[in-house]
C-alpha cells in the first residue's frame, strides 16, 4: 500500500531535524583518535586532570585507588605513583577512587582532593592531601584529612567529579544513592546530600568541621531541614562536570536510568528534575508539578548502542580546531563521541572510540584527552582533507 505523499514528505522532514540535532553519522570536520602516551598503559583509568603549578605533568587516577603521574610527552616512558590509598578504597562495581582535583593554591600548600568510596559502611568520602615538599611527584599518605564524609544506601550511582570552580569554592557530584530509579527520592530530597551537586568552602573551616558554607549557596538559612552544602539538585549520577573556562557555564552529564542521557547547565539552587524527569521526559508516569524544573538543554536515547554518557569539556586548545568552543562528550557502550554547539545544540558526531569512555581530561594547555576501558590515554587529531 502507498503512503500519501504528505506522510511520505512529513517523515522525510522529520528525519532531516533529527539528523540536525542528533546525528550518529561523523561529520566532515570528524577526527581521528589516536595513543597519546604510547608507553603507557593504565588500569582502569578513571580521571586525568594536572596540578597548575607550573609544571608539565599530568595526572591519571585508577579506580583501583592509585594517582599516576608523568611529564606531558608522547615519548614518556613510565609513570610513576603519586599516591596510592588502595587499601582504603573499596573499588567494586561502580565504586572506587572516582575524582582528584589540586587545590587553586597548589603551588604554595601543596594541598590535593580526592574523592573515593569506602565499604562496611558504603560511603564517599572527600579528603584532602599534601604532596611531599621534598618530591613534587610523590604525596604523603599520612596528610590524610576527611574533609566530608556521606553515607550511600548502595554501592551505584556515587557521582565522583570533584572540581574548583572558577570561585574558588570545591563543587562536588553526588548521585542519587543507587540501586534504581531513586527508591529513597534522595534526588528531590533537600535533607540529603546525594542527587546533589554541593558546593563548599575548604579554606575557611567553621562549626568543628574541615570546611564551611559558602554564604553565596542558595539554601543558607532557608530551613534547618534543608542542607546548606546542596548548590543544585534533581541529579541521578553527575559522573562527570567541567567549567567552561571563558564562560565560567557549569557543564553536567546526568547519566540517566533506561531511556535518556542529559546534559544540563548547572545554576544555583537550580532543580533539574530526577526522579520526576528523565531528561525532558516524565519518568516512570510521574504526575508532579514540571513547571519549576530546569530542562537539560540536550538530551539523547538510548538507541544504536548507546547507554551512558560520559562527560566532557567545552574545548580551548590548539591542537582540534574543529572542537573549538565546543562540549566534547561520549557515550561509555556505543563508544560514540560527539561535539555540542554550545549556543544552539545542535549535535554531531565526531570519531568512535576504540573502548569504552570512562572520562575526559585537559591538560594545562587544555588539550583534550580522552580516558578508556583498555587503559590507553587517547587523543584527537584532525583527519586531512
Known amino acids: 500500500m502507498k503512503m500519501p505523499k504528505i506522510i511520505i514528505l512529513t517523515f522525510i522532514l522529520s528525519q532531516i531535524v533529527s539528523s540536525m540535532v542528533f546525528s550518529n553519522e561523523p561529520s566532515k570536520s570528524a577526527v581521528s583518535v589516536q595513543n597519546a602516551f604510547p608507553n603507557l598503559k593504565f588500569k582502569n583509568p578513571v580521571d586525568l586532570t594536572f596540578a597548575d603549578d607550573g609544571s608539565n605533568r599530568i595526572f591519571v587516577v585508577e579506580k583501583r585507588g592509585r594517582i599516576q603521574v608523568f611529564e606531558n610527552d608522547s615519548k614518556t616512558t613510565a609513570a610513576s605513583v603519586f599516591l596510592d590509598i588502595s587499601t582504603l578504597v573499596h573499588d567494586s562495581g561502580e565504586c572506587g577512587l572516582l575524582g582528584l582535583t589540586f587545590h587553586p593554591k597548589f603551588k604554595t600548600n601543596g594541598y ?23 618530591n613534587k611527584n610523590q604525596a604523603l599518605p599520612d596528610s590524610f584529612l576527611s574533609i566530608l564524609e556521606i553515607d550511600q544506601p548502595y554501592e551505584n550511582h556515587n557521582g565522583g567529579q570533584i572540581v574548583f570552580g572558577p570561585d574558588g ?67 541521578r549520577n553527575p559522573w562527570r562536570f567541567s567549567f567552561d573556562t571563558k564562560t565560567k557555564k557549569l557543564w553536567c552529564a546526568d547519566v ?30 510521574s504526575k508532579e508539578d514540571t513547571t519549576k524544573l530546569i530542562p537539560p538543554v540536550f538530551e539523547y536515547k538510548h538507541t544504536d548502542g548507546n547507554c551512558s554518557i560520559t562527560g566532557g569539556f567545552v574545548y580551548y586548545g590548539k591542537k582540534v580546531n574543529p572542537f573549538l568552543g565546543y562540549y566534547i562528550y561520549g557515550d561509555y557502550c556505543s563508544k560514540n563521541v560527539w561535539k555540542l554547539n554550545t549556543n544552539n545544540y545542535q549535535n554531531s558526531l565526531v570519531a568512535v572510540a ?18 578508556c576501558n583498555d587503559g590507553i590515554i587517547y587523543e584527537f587529531v584532525p583527519n586531512k582533507n
Open 354 to 371: 576504540p573502548s569504552s569512555i570512562n572520562a575526559f581530561g585537559v591538560d594545562s594547555k587544555n588539550e583534550l584527552y580522552m580516558l
Open 256 to 285: 540517566g536510568q533506561n531511556l535518556w542521557e542529559e546534559i544540563s547547565i548547572i545554576t544555583s539552587g537550580g532543580n533539574f528534575g530526577w526522579k520526576i524527569m528523565e531528561g525532558k521526559n516524565r519518568f516512570n508516569n
Open 112 to 134: 590535593f582532593f580526592v574523592n573515593y568510596t569506602t565499604k562496611k559502611p558504603v560511603k564517599t568520602i572527600i579528603a584532602r592531601f599534601e604532596v611531599d615538599p621534598k
Open 169 to 235: 569554592f570545591l563543587y562536588i557530584g553526588m548521585g542519587d544513592g543507587g540501586s534504581g530509579g531513586d527508591p529513597k527520592n534522595f534526588g528531590q530530597n533537600l535533607n540529603s546530600l546525594l542527587g546533589k551537586m554541593l558546593r563548599i568552602d575548604i579554606d575557611k573551616p567553621a562549626n568543628g568541621l574541615h570546611y564551611s558554607i559558602p554564604a553565596s549557596n542558595p539554601f543558607v538559612k532557608k530551613s534547618p531541614e534543608i542542607r546548606e552544602e546542596i548548590y543544585a539538585y534533581g541529579l
